[in-house]
């Protein structure tokens, strides 16, 4: 069975502290992504990466910060945690082109909780 | 206006019943849509895609799709308890595979 594993579900975290999230997948996708899902406001994209090294600027990037050294492994990082960052955060993967047809991936999610 | 609207609910139906989701969209280049459900504090699953205007059926779940009207929807045929969830729609943005998502039907089927 396919997977998105990402490597904590709930954390808790103090105001100022730099933050990693960590998402594997063993699927051999080039793209992955970062969300974020809020009461009422739905999913938000924060960055995504379509290859290995590369990253976009999502819809809410501020704060936030990525890195993808290997094709498997997107990381996450809240370079210095605020309590408006406490949310779900919610990794994705997805092959690409039209191969993307077919939607993305998740992960279970992590609820960071930045106090 | 946002690109994808999805009314939020909460739809409560009774077991059994037809539940009927629906997204409108704005931008015409949207070509291939899906439908993930979600369970609470986990992540959305993905529950069906399609591409072209008209139905696509699996198990008790269809898909429509009206590209002239710029709307989707998905049903849900005899509900059941196990089927209460959030209910998001998707469609892709662009060539490499972004998608965009509505905010989430919340969906509860009470025995």
């Known amino acids: 069975d396919v997977k998105v594993t990402q490597s904590s579900r709930y954390l808790v975290k103090r105001t100022g502290e730099k933050v990693f999230l960590e998402c594997v997948q063993d699927?051999?996708?080039?793209?992955m992504f970062w969300y974020r899902q809020d009461p009422g406001l739905g999913l938000r994209l924060i960055y995504f990466?379509?290859?290995?090294?590369?990253?976009e600027k999502g819809d809410i990037p501020e704060g936030y910060s990525v890195s993808r050294e290997k094709k498997e492994r997107f990381s996450l990082i809240l370079e210095s945690a605020s309590t408006n960052q406490t949310s779900m955060y919610l990794c994705?993967?997805?092959?690409?082109?039209?191969?993307?047809?077919?939607?993305?991936?998740f992960g279970s999610g992590t609820r960071l909780t930045v106090v | 206006q946002k690109e994808v609207e999805q009314d939020p609910g909460p739809l409560s139906v009774p077991e059994g019943a037809i539940v009927s989701l629906n997204c409108t969209y704005s931008n015409s280049a949207f070509q291939y849509f899906m439908w993930y459900r979600q369970y609470s504090r986990k992540g959305p699953e993905l529950l069906m895609y399609?591409?072209?205007?008209g139905n696509k059926e699996d198990g008790r779940f269809t898909a429509q799709v009206d590209k002239s009207s710029k709307y989707i929807s998905l049903f849900i045929r005899d509900s059941q308890p196990s089927d209460s969830a959030t209910y998001l729609c998707?469609?892709?943005?662009?060539?490499?595979?972004?998608?965009?998502f509505g905010a989430g039907t919340q969906v509860v089927v009470t025995p």
């Open positions: 994705a993967s997805s092959l690409s082109g039209s191969l993307a047809n077919y939607g993305y991936t």
């Open positions: 998707a469609m892709k943005m662009d060539s490499w595979g972004k998608l965009q």
């Open positions: 699927m051999d996708h080039e793209n």
């Open positions: 399609t591409y072209s205007s």
């Open positions: 990466s379509y290859d290995v090294k590369m990253k």
